[in-house]
T-cell receptor
Framework: GAVVSQHPSWVICKSGTSVKIECRSLDFQATTMFWYRQFPKQSLMLMATSNEGSKATYEQGVEKDKFLINHASLTLSTLTVTSAHPEDSSFYIC???????????FGEGSWLTVV | AQRVTQPEKLLSVFKGAPVELKCNYSYSGSPELFWYVQYSRQRLQLLLRHISRESIKGFTADLNKGETSFHLKKPFAQEEDSAMYYC??????????FGSGTKLNVKP
């Protein structure tokens, strides 16, 4: 079946640095991908919709300059957390929509810890 | 605004007992409703969607528009059903809005 892969699975970075998380659709093309974050024992919160070849659409309350999203190809979207702070520590999950539009696949998630 | 509510954080049942995981939603249009499951140390995976009207792993869910509910049911729980279950709503453009999740623990 279709697979969405995230890399890295976990990352630790220092406050003030930037960290990039990749989301790849391994065997299908995805014009649209989505980024979520999940705090411990809480639900997944949609952050933004990533569109190949155009700007991402951010949900209300999500800082676009803080969470940079680039969807440069039909199989890759990246989320860059800029000037990371400890409160950015979270579990980040991406999902990819098949180009037929009728199926969504989720990545395995990436743990970010900012120290 | 859209909202998905799962009132139970934890549900413990014995093997063979019926189980019902509750989900209520609010949405101004006509949403699609889903149940996703996350087994320990695995990624989220689709369990079922209301438009398919199918039974997966013995689970069923009926969309009740009058009560704005999409409860997940299984008549006889199995130990391997123990997992985190998320109810999700999709409106426009395949954006998903998730409930807070219910942890199902099936005891032997």
């Amino acid at each position: 079946g279709a697979v969405v892969s995230q890399h890295p699975s976990w990352v630790i970075c220092k406050s003030g640095t930037s960290v990039k998380i990749e989301c790849r659709s391994l065997d299908f093309q995805a014009t649209t991908m989505f980024w979520y974050r999940q705090f411990p024992k809480q639900s997944l919160m949609l952050m933004a919709t990533s569109n190949e070849g155009s700007k991402a659409t951010y949900e209300q309350g999500v800082e676009k300059d803080k969470f940079l999203i680039n969807h440069a190809s039909l199989t890759l979207s990246t989320l860059t957390v800029t000037s990371a702070h400890p409160e950015d520590s979270s579990f980040y999950i991406c999902s990819a929509q098949t180009d037929s539009g009728n199926t969504i696949y989720f990545g395995e998630g990436s743990w970010l810890t900012v120290v | 605004a859209q909202r998905v509510t799962q009132p139970e954080k934890l549900l413990s049942v014995f093997k063979g007992a019926p189980v019902e995981l509750k989900c209520n939603y609010s949405y101004s249009g006509s949403p699609e409703l889903f149940w996703y499951v996350q087994y320990s140390r695995q990624r989220l995976q689709l369990l079922l969607r209301h438009i398919s009207r199918e039974s997966i792993k013995g689970f069923t869910a009926d969309l009740n528009k009058g009560e704005t509910s999409f409860h997940l049911k299984k008549p006889f729980a199995q130990e391997e059903d123990s997992a985190m279950y998320y109810c999700a709503l999709s409106g426009n453009f395949n954006k998903f809005y998730f409930g807070s999740g219910t942890k199902l623990n099936v005891k032997p």
